[in-house]
């Protein structure tokens, strides 16, 4: 999956698109961060659960299953559920470029299904340190984005797990886990096209009128 610093480099060029202001725009980036809170996997989240119920079932239809159970609340242009769903929507389409690329490379030959995700990983970790995003909830806001983060059906949040997860983003911890290191399958030059191409792909599916 990408890591939160490319969510959050998503998220905020759609928001060139979607316009959200204040706590609107605070409440789509929490959003696009949601899915992959109650994993715990960086954060020390109070409730945590499987990847695969907070991602509904996290295959190409995961996007597609968050959309059935929250459409009026998408077509609302609501900012929290439509970030979850960006969230679901990056992840396969990223996951969807690589899969399909690599079983026709010389690189994936042989590889096991594992290893091909290790190779995924390293490489969006290595995108990863194309940005230093930083998040200003105020401590006013977490409560209320607690509050709407609960309104969707899966996530479990407190405003403590939102702060945590923001002091990791603040701090840049994430994109100092690689350095010194080069792409293995993909390029930067790829993997902007890639994101340009996945924005221009959901603004089509989710944001026409």
């Known amino acids: 999956m990408p890591s939160w610093n490319i969510h959050l480099e998503a998220g905020k060029r759609l928001q060139k698109k979607l316009k959200f202001s204040g706590m609107k725009q605070k409440e789509f980036l929490l959003g696009c961060l949601l899915p992959d809170i109650n994993n715990g996997y960086i954060n020390k989240v109070k409730k945590k659960k499987e990847h695969s119920e907070t991602h509904y079932a996290y295959d190409q239809k995961s996007s597609l299953n968050f959309y059935a159970e929250n459409r009026v609340k998408i077509r609302q242009k609501d900012p929290i559920f439509l970030g979850y769903l960006f969230h679901l929507y990056t992840d396969g389409y990223?996951?969807?470029?690589?899969?399909?690329?690599?079983?026709?490379?010389?690189?994936?030959?042989?590889?096991?299904?594992?290893?091909?995700?290790?190779?995924?990983?390293?490489?969006?970790?290595?995108?990863?340190?194309?940005?230093?995003?930083?998040?200003?909830?105020?401590?006013?806001?977490?409560?209320?984005?607690?509050?709407?983060?609960?309104?969707?059906?899966?996530?479990?949040?407190?405003?403590?797990?939102?702060?945590?997860?923001?002091?990791?983003i603040n701090s840049e911890m994430l994109s100092q886990q690689i350095k010194d290191t080069k792409y293995l399958f993909y390029t930067k030059k790829k993997l902007d096209n890639i994101m340009d191409d996945m924005i221009e792909s959901f603004t089509n599916d989710y944001l026409r009128d």
């Open 94 to 168: 990223f996951n969807y470029d690589f899969y399909r690329n690599i079983k026709h490379h010389k690189l994936g030959e042989g590889l096991t299904h594992e290893e091909k995700r290790k190779i995924k990983h390293h490489d969006y970790w290595i995108y990863d340190t194309n940005f230093h995003h930083h998040l200003d909830f105020k401590k006013a806001d977490l409560d209320h984005l607690a509050k709407r983060a609960n309104e969707i059906n899966i996530p479990e949040i407190t405003p403590e797990d939102i702060n945590d997860v923001q002091e990791i």
